[in-house]
């Protein structure tokens, strides 16, 4: 299904977010460049419905520098998705089979009301649509508009406990339906961590489309956790589980290679990996490499969580 979003001058008055309203969304979202959002938008209709609609959108702003979006056809062939083999082009062709109806979400842990909530369900919150850099602890990058909400809203609605302190995610676990998980090429299923300040950061999405469309999926249909400051691994895809813990829970890389991934995993320049240099990237579509920015360019809206921390020893 194709969601419509009309460009900024092809929008009525009414349907472009207030200046006002879009300056604070920019102050809020940060980083300057590559993030903007647009207001929420009602009625995001379940994918039964065959019909295209329109969606408010003030996409590229005259007074936003941005980063240049990245074509779409890029980012939906050039992928990590391990669940579906560890070659870029491997779960383009590999998804497609996927089938990601029926598809709950189970809420647990250390919450007042635990929930299972169907994706159609999840489909009716309120959407937004934000443009995001996309740094993969590989060296390339992306700019990649995303439809979805912030996680904040949906585990406000479990209400965390006192003793919730991380949110710990889980992929779909399913051999048939992910054949990559037929080989040991990591510990399945696929985990993923935040700090729970982490998690109800505003910044922090939950992603359920991307260019205007349904999530395609390769990039983690139907549902995946975008967290624009933090390498790509920690984005995890094709969500079934958010479980609010007491203790820093597990990941798939930090337990597959502990030395090379930690459980923070910002984006870091002045960090390497023990294998190569992080001070550079390249643009997926460029030729030359681009200076990578810490915290992917969200410091100014992101550092204050980690003040006090050595971002060396919680890489
Ligand atoms: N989630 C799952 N379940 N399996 C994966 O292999 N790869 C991660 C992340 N989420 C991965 C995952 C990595 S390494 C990156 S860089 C991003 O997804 C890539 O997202 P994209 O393919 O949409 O660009």
């Not at 009414?14 to 102050?27: H, I, K, N």
């Not at 443009?131 to 508009?145: A, N, Q």
């Not at 260019?211 to 995946?224: K, L, V």
């Amino acid at each position: 299904m194709l969601f419509k979003f009309p460009t900024a001058s092809q929008a009525r008055e009414d349907e472009v977010t207030p200046r006002a309203l879009f300056l604070s969304r920019r102050s809020l979202i940060g980083g300057g460049a590559a993030a903007f959002a647009v207001g929420g938008m009602a009625g995001w209709p379940s994918l039964a419905d065959a019909a295209t609609f329109q969606v408010p959108t003030t996409r590229k702003p005259a007074d936003v520098a941005m980063d240049a979006v990245t074509p779409m056809k890029s980012a939906t062939t050039y992928n990590n998705f391990y669940e579906f083999g560890t070659g870029k082009s491997d779960p383009a062709d590999g998804a497609k089979a996927l089938r990601t109806r029926p598809w709950e979400i189970v809420i647990d842990g250390e919450v007042a009301k635990p929930i299972t909530i169907g994706i159609d369900d999840l489909l009716k919150f309120s959407m937004e649509e934000r443009i995001y850099r996309l740094r993969c602890v590989e060296g390339w990058s992306m700019v990649i508009p995303w439809v979805g909400f912030p996680l904040a809203e949906l585990l406000k609605r479990v209400e965390p406990t006192a003793n919730a302190k991380y949110v710990a995610f889980q992929t779909l676990l399913d051999p048939e339906r992910m054949y990559g998980q037929k080989s040991w090429v990591l510990n399945w299923p696929y985990v993923e961590g935040l700090r729970l300040d982490e998690a109800m950061h505003p910044l922090t999405l939950m992603a359920v489309g991307m260019y205007g469309e349904t999530m395609p999926n390769q990039n983690g249909a139907p549902i995946r956790l975008v967290v624009p400051w933090k390498y790509g691994f920690k984005s995890i895809k094709s969500v079934v589980k958010i479980s609010l813990v007491k203790e820093q829970p597990p990941t798939a890389w930090n337990r597959s290679q502990p030395r090379e991934y930690g459980f923070f995993s910002n984006v870091n320049p002045d960090v390497d990996h023990p294998r190569w240099s992080q001070a550079t990237e390249r643009r997926v579509g460029d030729f030359s490499r681009r200076k990578t920015l810490p915290f992917n360019g969200y410091g100014e809206d992101v550092a204050s969580l980690y003040s006090g921390m050595d971002l060396r020893a919680n890489f």
